[in-house]
């Protein structure tokens, strides 16, 4: 890596740091002197304090990467994943380096995979501490990666290098190399609250000790010290008293917490509309457009509360809504009335994006039900995948060659060789099986739960036979087969009735149904043939295990026993109306219920209905009342 820079900008042959690769952390997390002292001994301390050590300045600002990818440069956040439309709307603080950056850049010859980790200071007080020396932008590290995990770092020197070329801050490094008696006892003492000059700030202290701070302001967060293998840092106690202080302003999050469970009540009668989009963010976009502009139009809102109520910085909300991606003109009204629209419509694109957790006001049984919502509008707007749905992709990843036995084939050797050891035990005790006689007709049997079957089930049902060509049969366990616990499971006879209703209403789509007494692949096969041939089982996301092990030991271990097709294989498909549909039995909701599952089901609805209730006890209960 040494000679990246030299082969491309004619630099001299730097000189390497013992291999000491600059790391900046920026993860809280890092044990500080004192807990390293506390908690791995002085031992410990005492190596890391006795090497080669680089020692940093912590920026309390921003931190962006990006990574030339051909003739693309792909922008990533702190926690390396990529930054997207979303992001770039709900900070406008993104958008500066966004935009600026690829100009910079356009006549520097980058290399491809290699990403470049900035601080970036693109106002001055980016977070606590205002800075009036920096610039804005500070590369502070290179990496080479696979799969997101860093495999090799660019040293200090290199990247220093790099910045001078790519005309930016260098790393802010103060100190390279060992440490004397002196400034080993200083930074010892400062971390364990024994510093005897504690009328000096701690910046005045590094200048002192290290020789200058990088920012050179009266105020630092704090340093890092790398060893070869460790980090530890000290943080200031200015700092630490900084900090305080703005968590505590502002922090209730009543107001946050009350507006999430209006918009909770508010999605219970939210219909989704029929959308247009060019991408997964843009489709996510529009969704959030046309729920915050039905919620505004339904709920009075208060124009002269705080923003920072709703946004405080406490909980990540840091710059302005970013309205360059919102092409929803009546969101765009509305976002004109007062400062409490944009600060709302901020909760609203970010709350969707993930599961909530109880938390404050933010009951169990709120969260569970927000939840389904937050499913419910991701997997609308995961219907844009490259010009496939989410389905059809999974469907096309299942059909190459035998995935599940090619997998399983790089099992480790002991766990084969004990199930030949059991093969060998059972075929001396079976009479020699006759010729496998196949089906007559290929199929694929779509192995799911029916509580109820939903429209995105169906939708599966159509999609596997537009791929293969071949009708489906539908499958199902057993109720008694099943894990009880606290899951709601319907009766085997409800079941069965759900797919003869839906059989003989799609006699071409689904000309068979069976109820399995177990997870058992030759039970599937003995009720295909002779008629039908599987090449294909498809069960719900997470149940695929169980008959892949099965696959492996019928094929590979009692050599073919099934004999199943070449082509034949095991995959899994997502049931996307699963907890909404599922939700409409909760609150015995008929409207929901006939949204979200087949006509052909609907007639259905009150059996389901009461062994949900059975099962739950409220008729109990109301038979006690």
């Known amino acids: 890596m040494g000679q990246l820079v030299n082969s491309l900008i004619g630099f001299d042959e730097p000189n390497h740091f013992n291999y000491i690769s600059i790391k900046i952390n920026y993860i809280m997390a890092i044990n500080t002197l004192s807990q390293s002292l506390s908690r791995k001994g002085a031992n410990f301390v005492n ?19 990006f990574e030339k990818n051909k003739d693309e440069i792909t922008f990533y956040k702190k926690d390396n994943t990529p930054i997207s439309i979303i992001e770039r709307t709900l900070n406008d603080l993104w958008e500066t380096a966004l935009v600026e950056l690829p100009v910079l850049l356009e006549n520097i010859k ?27 932008y500070i590369l502070t590290d290179m990496t080479r990666r696979e799969n997101n995990k860093i495999v090799e770092s660019y ?6 290098q790099w910045s001078g070329l790519l005309c930016m801050g260098r790393p802010p490094v103060l100190f390279k190399g060992y440490l004397n008696e002196v400034q080993k006892k ?12 504690k009328e000096m700030t701690f910046s005045k202290m590094i200048e002192k000790v290290l020789g200058a701070s990088y920012s050179k302001e009266n105020v630092i967060e704090g340093i890092i010290i790398q060893g070869k293998n460790d980090l530890t840092q000290i943080i200031s106690y200015e700092f630490e008293l900084l900090d305080e202080a703005y968590q505590k302003i502002n922090s209730s999050r009543d107001f946050y917490d009350i507006t999430l469970t209006s918009l909770n009540n508010f999605m219970n009668n939210y219909k989704m509309p029929v959308l247009e989009a060019d991408s997964r963010d843009e489709m996510y976009l529009e969704i959030i457009c046309d729920i915050f502009n039905k919620y505004c139009e339904t709920n009075d809102m208060n124009e002269s509360v705080e923003p920072k109520y709703l946004t405080p910085k406490q909980f990540g909300y840091q710059g302005k809504l970013n309205q360059k991606y919102i092409t929803n003109e009546i969101t765009r009204q509305w976002l004109k009335k007062a400062p409490i629209y944009e600060a709302l419509f901020k909760v609203f694109l970010s709350s969707f994006r993930k599961y909530k957790k109880p938390y404050g006001l933010l009951n169990e049984s709120l969260c569970k039900n927000f939840n389904t919502y937050v499913y419910l509008v991701n997997s609308y707007a995961d219907k844009f995948n490259d010009g496939q749905t989410k389905i ?13 036995v090619n997998t399983l084939k790089r099992r480790k050797m002991t766990d084969i060789d004990n199930m030949r050891v059991i093969a060998s ?3 001396a005790f079976q009479p020699e099986t006759s010729k496998v006689v196949k089906g007559k007709k290929k199929c694929v049997v779509y192995l799911t739960s029916f509580v109820p079957f939903s429209n995105s089930q169906m939708e599966n049902v159509r999609k596997l036979n537009q791929m293969w060509q071949c009708p489906v049969i539908l499958a199902s366990v057993k109720k008694e087969f099943k894990v009880e616990g606290k899951n709601f499971h319907l009766a085997d006879e409800t079941v069965r009735a759900e797919m003869r209703t839906l059989a003989d209403n799609n006699i071409e789509l689904i000309p068979a149904y069976i109820m399995l007494d177990s997870w058992n692949l030759v039970e599937i096969f003995e009720f295909c043939r002779p008629n039908y041939e599987p090449i294909a089982i498809i069960t719900d996301v997470g149940k695929r295990s169980e008959l892949s092990l099965q696959l492996f030991f019928e094929e590979e271990v009692m050599d073919g026993r099934i004999n199943v097709e070449p082509e034949f294989n095991i995959g899994e498909i997502e049931n996307e109306d699963r907890l909404i549909s599922y939700r409409a039995i909760e609150d015995a909701n008929s409207h929901v219920f006939r949204e ?4 052909p089901i609907w007639n259905l609805y009150d059996s389901i209905i009461t062994e949900y209730k059975n099962w739950s006890g409220m008729i109990l209960l109301n038979k006690k009342e």
């Open 596 to 599: 979200f599952t087949p006509q």
């Open 186 to 197: 200083v930074l010892l003492d400062y971390d364990t609250k024994q510093y005897d000059g």
């Open 47 to 65: 190596n890391l304090l006795n090497q080669e050590v680089i020692i940093t300045e912590k920026l309390d600002t921003y931190r962006i990467q």
């Open 425 to 427: 035990i059972q075929k």
């Open 110 to 136: 980058l290399p491809e995979r290699i990403r470049f980790g900035l601080y970036f200071c693109p106002i001055e007080r980016p977070l606590r501490i205002p800075y009036t020396n920096l610039p804005k």
């Open 155 to 160: 040293d200090y020197d290199e990247v220093k």
């Open 392 to 404: 059809e992709q999974e469907i096309l990843e299942q059909r190459s060659e035998n995935i599940v």
